[in-house]
């Protein structure tokens, strides 16, 4: 199983990226999936989160900026990013409550990461 991050890189201040993290292997159910973001000397810190049937919340830094949405058949969740900020800058990781078959028995992982994409903003 793999949560595979795309769509970071270096963006002047205003400008807009789009993040896609993409579940693959023998997915059997995707809950709740989230972006969170890093900087180095910091802990992993919550940017968006969604549930399976669509709610949503973000951290209060992003507000009105970020949109995060996903799409269930395609296994994948998404993070629109507008008026990018420099404190934006850090490496970004998706995350999932999700069940996989394995040898033909169900397991299910909370906070399940993938791997991240930077994202850079200059100012």
């Known amino acids: 199983v793999q949560l595979q991050a795309s769509g970071g890189g270096l963006v002047q201040a205003g400008g807009s990226l789009r993040l896609s993290c993409a579940a693959s292997?023998?997915?059997?159910?995707?809950?709740?999936m989230a972006w969170y973001r890093q900087t180095p000397g910091k802990e992993r810190a919550l940017v968006a989160q969604i549930s399976r049937g669509g709610s949503s919340n973000y951290a209060d830094s992003v507000k009105g900026r970020f949109t995060i949405s996903r799409d269930n058949a395609k296994k994948s969740v998404y993070l629109q990013m507008n008026n990018l900020k420099p404190e934006d800058t850090a490496f970004y990781y998706c995350?999932?409550?999700?069940?996989?078959?394995?040898?033909?028995?169900?397991?299910?992982?909370?906070?399940?990461w993938g791997q991240g994409t930077q994202v850079t903003v200059s100012s």
């Open positions: 995350n999932a409550d999700l069940c996989y078959d394995e040898y033909d028995t169900i397991q299910c992982v909370k906070n399940y």
């Open positions: 292997g023998r997915i059997y159910n995707l809950n709740d």
